[in-house]
């Protein structure tokens, strides 16, 4: 039964993108910008492809995605770790691993709770959750609008520009669920396809524009630009707003893993249809290990390499999808 | 009870109805001759009127000329003497019953085996009176009674559209409670109401004594923090429910109906909405959101910032809330729990003891223990007045307040322990709850997700009368 509409999975494909930029690491250019929007352009085009055959996910895209999945999860999990640092969290800072745990276990008991009520539950609350995010990024930077130096757009180059396209492919955590979920969503799906990445340039580019024009300055001395960008533009003289900043992170870390579980559970039970109760805790604990796994590491090379296979297994495997299934 | 028919014998049948009933004192026996059979007048004392039995039934009766047998005088009775408008017959004792205990006079005779009923009700109700929960200023001050019949000729006086349709039933194995579901025909897809008619079929309680008996028949059996169905003490805004589209649920002793489905935004909504200009109403409107937001929120935002984020506070408060803060024994969680849980004992006391002593416990709560435990510098005044106002929020909302007097303690421990993190994580649960929230699929946060733009004109604005005239609207837009 198709059970998300068109905005509830952009929303939902949308946040994990908005984290993923948030978490962004290393220091940033316009290179950066034209990276991000040539990988996107990129993903588009495979997308379109996969969007355009009405293919359906084979037992062994099924598989992959899987793992895709976890392997997306893990990556959330970690950066989330990484970002704890800039971003304060009671208890995670002060204690170690057992902080981080805390801090997993508590994301992952609201995803449990969010994987539990089902998707279309999820969707309707990732658009509520993306616009109050889209509206907060905004107040915060368009505060920083007047804190920004805009001569920072034309600063060097730190990085080559094929290096800036694979980490701008690399930033695509909902990759994997826009597959396996595009054949869930009532309506169009080429329309679906291009909404989406349409609406992930633009605010890609809005936010390294002005992360870029307002943390430009100090870029060699930060780890996570669009934090700091969003840390330096406050617009008022006597008060601070970053934790502004907090509150929407921490409701993009939730909704991101939330997405990578539920992807992983919806395909455990199409691989495994006897295993049913337990799925969401399985995936989740699973994530969680890979978290572990990649201790903190950015892996770049190796995201932007899984991204790219799924784009192609999920534009060239699999069979095609009678019409009436399509419009059932 | 049992669905025997009536017996033929009037002794047997006097004797059996003695035997049913226990020998209850109120159920009253009065035998006599007509027409030359015997005959007796059931009724249940204090459920019928006197004189209207006396003058509308006995004096007739006793003028009937003689007859053949039992089936003449029902005919002539029947046909030619209509003693009330409401003759329903009862040919089983479980009837009987129901309709001596309703206020029926029931007539049995000597070789009969069924009853004449007669609808001669005469109990004590309470009057139409102004409704004590829903406040208005400028529409109806009429709100509901517990006497169903009175109800329904509420709405029937405002609604005079033969689309209306007022379904009466029976639910409840002791107390034979009367439900009314009431919806417009052509407003409710009949498949719909099948589906709320076998939800209701699937009641099976002993006595419906208030409306909470029967909402969780109609609602969504998983967990939900907001109630997908909702109540309403007003004749008019059910009248404006059933017009868009829902289906209401009458039950005779409650001022209440039952509504469904129930949206989120409109707990923000009243009547005088419509009443007042668009511009003023939006601006109510907002300030209702606005309230609803501080009444959860306010108590765990304070902890949160004083205790973990103070670079949110400008250096003047925060100077300020450090000096207050710095003199209270407790921790800002503890004050604030302590604080919370004081104020919900007092709305108990005050809820529960007779009116004059409630508002002596509200004086005494409100004035010396608050001053007293300012005074004593056991709890802060900043913090103090932040529990106030959120209080107060709460109170603008009324129709959300259990939802928000719990939410708002869990918000307070999720952000003193783990700062705006512990709120974020818990506000994207809630978040999820209230999406997941329907009723026969419609989506409790329609028309904010899913988006409807339709609908916005209602809920994000008031759009004025005259736009809203012309969207048509029914609640199945929402439908998913």
Not at chain 2, 359 to 376: C, E, F, K, P, Q
Request: aromatic share 10%; proline share 4%.
């Amino acid at each position: 039964m198709n059970s998300l509409s068109k905005n509830q999975l952009c929303a939902l494909l949308l946040i994990t993108d908005m984290f993923g930029l948030c978490c962004m690491r290393g220091s940033i250019s316009a290179a950066t910008l034209w990276g991000v929007l040539g990988g996107t352009a990129l993903q588009f085009l495979f997308a379109l492809a996969f969007a355009v055959q009405n293919r359906e996910l084979s037992k062994t895209a099924e598989v992959f995605f899987l793992l895709y999945a976890l392997f997306c999860g893990g990556a959330v999990f970690s950066e989330l770790w990484r970002t704890s640092g800039v971003i304060y969290i009671p208890y995670e800072s002060g204690h170690g691993i057992w902080g981080r745990l805390l801090t997993a276990g508590l994301v992952a008991a609201v995803c449990l709770y969010i994987s539990s009520t089902g998707m279309k539950s999820a969707g309707r609350a990732a658009v509520i959750a993306a616009a109050v995010g889209i509206f907060c990024l905004a107040v915060d930077l368009a505060s920083a609008v007047v804190n920004a130096d805009w001569q920072n757009l034309w600063r060097p180059e730190r990085r080559s520009t094929a290096a800036e396209l694979i980490r701008g492919f690399a930033v695509s955590g909902g990759l994997g669920s826009f597959a396996v979920f595009l054949g869930e969503v009532r309506g169009d799906r080429v329309q679906t396809a291009v909404r989406y990445f349409t609406a992930k340039a633009v605010i890609s580019a809005a936010v390294l524009l002005t992360a870029l024009a307002v943390a430009g300055g100090i870029m060699p001395m930060t780890e996570f630009p669009v934090i700091t960008a969003a840390q330096l533009s406050q617009p008022f003289e006597a008060q601070r707003i970053d934790s502004l900043f907090l509150v929407v992170f921490s409701v993009f870390a939730v909704f991101s893993a939330a997405l990578q579980v539920m992807t992983g559970a919806f395909l455990l039970r199409r691989i495994s249809p006897s295993f049913r109760r337990w799925k969401s805790t399985a995936v989740i604990v699973l994530t969680i290990a890979a978290a572990l796994l990649m201790q903190g590491r950015e892996l770049l090379l190796l995201r932007a390499a899984a991204a790219a296979a799924a784009l192609l297994t999920a534009a060239f495997s699999g069979k095609k999808i009678s019409a009436e299934n399509i419009s059932g | 009870m049992e669905k025997k028919q009536l017996l033929p014998s009037l002794d047997r049948s006097i004797d059996e109805i003695r035997r049913i009933s226990g020998g209850s004192s109120d159920v009253l026996i009065n035998r006599f001759v007509t027409g030359g059979i015997h005959c007796a007048l059931l009724c249940c004392e204090g459920m019928v009127s006197t004189s209207v039995i006396t003058e509308l039934i006995f004096e007739p009766i006793t003028e009937i000329p003689p007859q053949k047998n039992a089936q003449g005088l029902f005919h002539y009775i029947n046909e030619e003497l209509l003693l009330s408008t409401d003759r329903p017959q009862a040919e089983d004792y479980d009837t009987l019953f129901r309709l001596l205990n309703s206020g029926f006079a029931v007539l049995i005779a000597e070789g009969m085996t069924c009853g004449l009923a007669f609808g001669v009700q005469g109990y004590n109700t309470r009057g139409v009176q102004e409704p004590s929960g829903e406040g208005n200023i400028m529409g109806a001050h009429e709100g509901f009674t517990e006497t169903i019949r009175t109800n329904m000729s509420q709405i029937r006086r405002r609604m005079k559209s033969p689309e209306l349709v007022m379904e009466l039933f029976i639910k409840g194995e002791k107390s034979s409670t009367d439900l009314c579901l009431c919806y417009m025909k052509d407003r409710v897809p009949e498949a719909l109401m099948e589906k709320i008619r076998s939800s209701l079929e699937g009641i099976e309680l002993e006595a419906i004594l208030t409306t909470g008996y029967i909402r969780p028949f109609v609602e969504n059996g998983s967990f939900e923090l907001f109630s997908s169905t909702g109540t309403t003490e007003r004749p008019d805004v059910l009248c404006s429910k059933l017009i868009e589209g829902r289906a209401a649920i009458l039950v005779d002793g409650v001022p209440y109906a039952v509504i469904i489905p129930r949206l989120f935004c409109e707990s923000f909504q009243t009547l005088d909405d419509y009443a007042y200009k668009p511009y003023y109403a939006t601006f109510i409107r907002w300030l209702k959101y606005a309230a609803f937001l501080t009444a959860v929120l306010l108590p765990a935002f304070y902890a949160a910032i004083v205790m973990y984020h103070p670079e949110l506070l400008n250096s003047t408060l925060f100077m300020l809330l450090v000096e207050a803060e710095k003199k209270a024994p407790l921790s800002i969680v503890t004050e604030s729990l302590f604080a919370l849980l004081m104020y919900e004992m007092i709305r108990e006391a005050g809820v529960w003891l007779p009116k004059p002593t409630g508002g002596a416990v509200s004086i005494i709560s409100g004035l010396i223990i608050g001053d007293a435990a300012v005074n004593s510098g056991l709890v802060s005044t900043p913090l103090l007045t932040m529990t106030a106002l959120a209080v107060l929020g709460g109170l603008v909302v009324p129709e959300l307040e259990p939802q928000i007097t719990v939410l708002r303690l869990g918000f307070l421990i999720a952000g003193g322990v783990l700062g705006l993190f512990g709120i974020s994580l818990l506000a994207c649960a809630v978040l999820v709850n209230i999406c997941a929230t329907e009723d026969y699929g419609f989506p409790y946060t329609a028309p904010i997700s899913p988006f409807r733009a339709r609908g916005m004109g209602d809920t994000a604005v008031r759009n004025g009368i005259k736009k809203l005239q012309s969207r048509g609207f029914t609640v199945e837009e929402y439908h998913e």
